[in-house]
């Protein structure tokens, strides 16, 4: 029987530079996997936001056709806040919502909010008869009306790496449809 020695000749075995490109290459896989990850986690907190506004703008929809009374949903994106109003009677004042569950809140402080015109309008005609009323929408603000419409604005909603989502408000219907903004529509 042969003697087992410890010398081996052809050790199978990694060289430190066979090892050093596997770290290397393990470096560059898992960069890739985290900036993904990162990047995904931004647009859930967009999109979770997107869906709050939503949720407020059915809200503002729902208390004005139930009350009779015009809604108004203000944003300060300054502040990055947001609240729903009501018309007080026959006044033209608007008042705070007070006692309801969603009625005002704050976006993330990543995200940029702006409220403007609705530029996705097709027929025109619509949009000028909507914007024709008795108290002037501030531009800041959506008003919510007794008879199920709506002004025809569009919230933007923008993250730190330039993604954005519109929310469009339907004049006729008060229906809001979340849009992604690709690349070029800025």
Not at 120 to 128: A, N, P, V, Y
Not at 146 to 157: K, S
């Amino acid at each position: 029987m042969a003697a087992v020695s410890g010398n081996r000749t052809g050790a199978q075995g990694f060289t430190l530079i066979e090892l050093m490109v596997v770290v290397i290459v393990l470096g560059i896989v898992t960069a890739t996997v985290v900036s993904q990850f990162g990047a995904s986690r931004h647009e859930e907190i967009l999109r979770s936001e997107a869906r709050e506004l939503l949720a407020v703008m059915n809200l503002a929809y729902s208390e004005a056709v139930t009350s009779s009374r015009l809604h108004r949903l203000r944003l300060d994106p300054g502040k990055g806040r947001y609240w729903l109003e009501a018309r007080s009677g026959e006044e033209v004042a608007f008042s705070p919502l007070r006692n309801v569950a969603g009625a005002s809140g704050t976006i993330d402080v990543r995200l940029s909010a702006a409220v403007r015109e609705s530029t996705e309008r097709e027929d025109q005609g619509e949009k000028i008869l909507f914007n024709l009323q008795a108290t002037p929408t501030p531009s800041d603000a959506i008003d919510f009306r007794p008879d199920g419409t709506a002004d025809a604005r569009e919230v933007e909603l923008r993250d730190q790496q330039g993604f954005a989502l519109l929310l469009l408000v339907n004049p006729l219907t008060s229906r809001v449809d979340i849009v992604e903004v690709t690349g070029g529509d800025e």
